[in-house]
């Protein structure tokens, strides 16, 4: 069935179209993220580089853009995925195509990072804390002994910070199948309903609910398993399905304009109980955790979803008014964005390990780290977009000319 007859017997459901505006809250999320793992060397909690002294305000400030990061990452990631499978779909690229095309897109940098610049930061880890003397080349076999995490292991199986690659993918697989039956036209007029449903004032506040009880659930009894990004696994997934939902039927579109204002409100009141949480309640919350039931982690829970939730609206709100149009900017940094993201900690780690021996303050430390990093992943950038292999191994589209070398193609001779 053609989209004009979708489009009629299901008038909200999203057709084909294109959202800029989801290409720049990714960007702009990347380098938030960069941003955030600038300040880790500084901070109150354990990192893979310590600076002699450490602030541990950074941790609290920080809580607030973890707060929002990752929710805002995998939203855009489940918006992102309800798009690219329509349009797949139009190309008749779906099942075993469609996974294999997500496994090249993520699985490809994600392993070659795993034996190559992920094990730099072992390395450089290793030898600041004293555990290993010795160069780079040495160290490489030792790379493979153990896991890391466990007994001293350093394999890094996680990636480090490319774990949000291996998640995604996994994440693809456990919905693929939920997301293509929710797609098909005979379920659009349900799911509709279900939206309209959210159409009453203050429903939409629904949503952080599950999150709130996962995370509190999460504090109270899973402490051994850790966190990605300050959230649990289960809340992160949770979040990847609502973003497919709001972009699947367009009354989310005039449900999100219409709570803007009140979520604005309400994420600055949650924001600031939050403050006063972390001021007052630091330790409880970060160094030394109670065990068990805890008044002050229900608190802190609960308002750090709704915070993460009201923010996520403002911010889908603003980026589709403001943001969802076409410039050459998008074009150049929406193609640069994912290896920006598998280069970007290997660079600060590199320059860090440096930087965190000078004897000068904690914000020239961090601010030579930034610039220095930023510096050194824009040339790496502009190198890699040049070659059609590394354009693959990190997970960029291949092109037939690229950057400087159509400068080089023959021209034809019109005689």
């Given at each position: 069935m053609d989209s004009n007859s979708d489009s009629a017997s299901v008038p909200t459901f999203t057709l084909l179209e294109r959202r800029y505006d989801i290409d720049w809250l990714r960007i702009i999320a990347i380098f938030l993220v960069f941003v955030y793992h600038g300040t880790r060397f500084f901070d109150a909690e354990d990192w893979h580089l310590r600076n002699a002294e450490t602030n541990p305000m950074i941790t609290g400030y920080m809580s607030f853009l973890t707060a929002i990061g990752m929710p805002l990452f995998f939203t855009i990631a489940g918006l992102g995925t309800f798009y690219a499978m329509g349009f797949l779909e139009a190309r008749e690229i779906k099942g075993r195509k469609y996974v294999l095309l997500?496994?090249?897109?993520?699985?490809?940098?994600?392993?070659?990072?795993?034996?190559?610049?992920?094990?730099?930061?072992?390395?450089?880890?290793?030898?600041?804390?004293?555990?290993?003397?010795?160069?780079?080349?040495?160290?490489?076999?030792?790379?493979?002994?153990?896991?890391?995490?466990?007994?001293?292991?350093?394999?890094?199986?996680?990636?480090?910070?490319?774990?949000?690659?291996?998640?995604?993918?996994?994440?693809?697989?456990?919905?693929?199948?939920?997301?293509?039956?929710?797609?098909?036209?005979?379920?659009?007029?349900?799911?509709?309903?279900?939206?309209?449903?959210?159409?009453?004032?203050?429903?939409?506040?629904?949503?952080?609910?599950?999150?709130?009880?996962?995370?509190?659930?999460?504090?109270?009894?899973?402490?051994?398993?850790?966190?990605?990004?300050?959230?649990?696994?289960?809340?992160?997934?949770?979040?990847?399905?609502?973003?497919?939902?709001?972009?699947?039927?367009?009354?989310?579109?005039?449900?999100?304009?219409?709570?803007?204002?009140?979520?604005?409100?309400?994420?600055?009141?949650?924001?600031?109980?939050?403050?006063?949480?972390?001021?007052?309640?630091?330790?409880?919350?970060?160094?030394?955790?109670?065990?068990?039931?805890?008044?002050?982690?229900?608190?802190?829970?609960?308002?750090?979803?709704i915070f993460a939730w009201s923010w996520l609206i403002v911010i889908l709100y603003a980026g589709e008014k403001y943001l969802n149009k076409e410039s050459k900017a998008r074009k150049f940094l929406n193609e640069l964005v994912l290896p920006f993201y598998i280069l970007h900690q290997t660079l600060l780690i590199v320059i860090g390990f440096f930087i965190i021996q000078l004897n000068i303050a904690i914000i020239w430390k961090y601010l030579i780290i930034i610039s220095s990093s930023l510096i050194g992943i824009l040339l790496l950038l502009l190198i890699i977009r040049e070659f059609n292999s590394l354009r693959f191994l990190f997970g960029m589209r291949v092109k037939k000319e690229k950057g400087l070398f159509r400068y080089f193609r023959k021209e034809k001779v019109i005689e």
């Open positions: 997500r496994f090249i897109r993520l699985m490809i940098p994600f392993s070659v990072g795993l034996v190559t610049h992920i094990t730099l930061q072992v390395y450089l880890e290793r030898v600041n804390t004293g555990v290993f003397s010795g160069s780079f080349f040495e160290f490489y076999p030792d790379y493979f002994n153990g896991l890391y995490g466990f007994n001293g292991g350093n394999f890094a199986f996680y990636g480090h910070h490319l774990w949000f690659l291996v998640l995604l993918f996994i994440f693809t697989l456990l919905t693929y199948n939920l997301f293509n039956f929710m797609r098909k036209e005979k379920r659009r007029k349900g799911l509709a309903k279900f939206a309209k449903f959210f159409s009453i004032p203050g429903m939409i506040y629904l949503f952080p609910l599950p999150l709130f009880i996962l995370e509190f659930i999460y504090t109270m009894f899973l402490t051994d398993i850790p966190r990605f990004g300050g959230w649990n696994i289960i809340s992160l997934l949770v979040l990847y399905i609502y973003g497919f939902i709001l972009a699947y039927d367009k009354q989310f579109k005039e449900i999100i304009k219409k709570h803007v204002k009140a979520s604005l409100i309400i994420g600055i009141l949650s924001g600031v109980t939050l403050g006063i949480l972390i001021n007052f309640k630091f330790d409880e919350l970060f160094i030394t955790p109670p065990e068990g039931f805890s008044y002050i982690i229900l608190l802190f829970w609960f308002f750090r979803t």
